[in-house]
């Protein structure tokens, strides 16, 4: 055998683990780059889960989608979205197949990590207002300290009035910050364990220092503030009891490296794949299994509750699918789901030169590699796992293929490591087949997040290819 001939048999049985970006067309590259600007617009414009809907609502809206309640019968090609509380979205795109032979589902999650307000969050500490926080997700603690963070929220009065407060995220607009200790007292936090470095109680932010103008009252400067908030948004400090305010990160996403291959930004987990699910059920006309894109909330704590992806309300939405194309058989639902394909589109951990020894380097997710397509998650031997059916990878391959959208076959770093979960489990115990397929994500759950632009877009064909 020649030398040539080990370079072709390479080339036929080895899998391609090439840089996505060697080969690629002008129109292909000019494609990436517009659609990551688009995306990067959308991230800055949609930092929480309720701002995410509300956004994606409104691009539904642009695009032909119609509340399903307006709509008594549906037939094939009609486009519908129901919003579950503002916290959800559920889009469909009926298509030409009975819906009791199942869907093609993509579900993506709105929430992210980040440090929520407790509901008695203001008191005053020496001249100072302070707010305390109770952080949401996984983070490591103190890589939210000493950073801009605006605040993002609803304030709810008893008489149902409801006040969205934003501010920070304009270039006159106050930030607000969390204040870790200066080295030079810092002996003692130094010696803590990096995970206590910085402990939850610990994560109170600095939120003015303004005494109220008179000398016959205590707490001044919580009153001033109170004062500001009474006569800018109508509120007092009972109303905090029904508000859910968040502390996120108050810089903008952008694009990172000298050669603008990556988007730095916060939330990325999941907002890239909400926002690759959402273009992509954008492209659907007429399928021939009905196309639905989840967005959902609370995936960071679990999936519970009536916004997580466990709610009862999806399937709610489900039911007047089936109903609304004739579909009352009481098993109709049952039917459909076990007969659904469905991806959780959610993040993967990329590669970490400065971490290399957390990542096996034979299963793990690297920028500019594609998609990832992450066969089973959970942790330990496979704890929790969510696993799919190789019959059902082995499609997604071919769909994939064809479509010449990228992906690598990986899983979350080392066994034994840690590991994690996604939706994908809550919708395979419904019945349906369920495959993890989403992006890399370099520095997870902290403030700013890195991916590829190139792997961003491969999720977008990928997702469309699927749907259509
Ligand atoms: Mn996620
Ligand atoms: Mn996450």
């Given amino acids: 055998m020649s030398r040539n001939d080990g370079k072709e048999l390479k080339m036929k049985l080895f899998t391609n683990k090439n840089n996505g970006w060697e080969n690629l067309s002008d129109d292909e590259l000019k494609d990436i780059f517009q659609y990551a600007d688009e995306y990067m617009y959308y991230l800055n414009n949609s930092k929480t889960e309720k701002e995410i809907v509300h956004n994606s609502k409104e691009i539904l809206l642009k695009n032909g989608f119609v509340d399903i309640s307006e709509i008594d019968e549906l037939k ?211 399928p021939k299994k009905t196309a639905i894109c989840v967005i959902t909330d609370k995936e960071e704590v679990g999936f519970n509750g009536v916004t997580g992806m466990y709610t009862r309300i999806f399937d709610t939405f489900v039911l007047e699918l089936l109903e609304k194309t004739g579909n009352t058989s009481p098993i109709s639902l049952d039917k459909a789901f076990s007969n659904t394909r469905a991806l959780s589109a959610d993040v993967d951990a990329a590669y970490n030169p400065n971490y290399a020894s957390a990542f096996e380097k034979n299963n793990t997710a690297y920028l500019n590699k594609g998609m990832t397509v992450v066969k089973y998650t959970g942790s330990k031997g496979k704890s929790g796992a969510s696993e799919a059916p190789a019959e059902f990878v082995a499609e997604l391959r071919k769909i994939f293929d064809d479509a010449n959208a990228k992906y690598q076959s990986c899983e979350l770093g080392k066994v034994d490591k840690g590991g994690g979960g996604t939706i994908a489990l809550t919708l395979a115990n419904r019945g349906m087949d369920v495959l993890d397929v989403g992006v890399p994500v370099m520095g997870m759950h902290s403030p700013y997040e890195i991916t590829s632009k190139f792997d961003v877009f491969q999720a977008y064909k990928g997702y469309r290819a699927f749907l259509k």
């Fill in 76 to 286: 094939a090609g009609d486009k519908v979205f129901y919003v579950n509380r503002g916290r959800c979205i559920y889009a469909a795109v009926i298509g030409t197949d009975d819906l009791e032979d199942g869907f093609k589902i993509v579900a993506a999650h709105c929430d992210s990590p980040r440090i929520d307000l407790k509901q008695n969050p203001l008191y005053e500490d020496n001249g100072l207002a302070m707010l305390k926080t109770h952080y949401y997700g996984g983070i490591k603690k103190y890589q939210w300290t000493n950073i801009p963070l605006s605040i993002h929220g609803t304030v709810v009065k008893p008489d149902g009035e409801k006040i969205n407060i934003c501010v920070g995220e304009n270039e006159d607009d106050p930030i607000f910050t969390i204040s870790d200790l200066l080295p030079h007292l810092a002996q003692e936090q130094m010696e803590r364990k990096l995970k206590d470095g910085v402990q939850g109680e610990e994560l109170n932010v600095l939120a003015g220092s303004i005494p109220y103008d008179s000398d016959e009252v205590s707490e001044r400067v919580k009153l001033n503030i109170l004062q500001l908030l009474n006569e800018r948004y109508g509120i007092k400090e009972i109303d905090f009891m029904s508000s859910e305010i968040e502390l996120v990160p108050a810089f903008k996403a952008k694009s990172m490296g000298f050669d603008y291959s990556m988007i730095a930004g916060y939330g990325q987990d999941d907002k890239v794949c909400c926002y690759a699910a959402l273009r992509a059920i954008l492209d659907v006309e007429t």
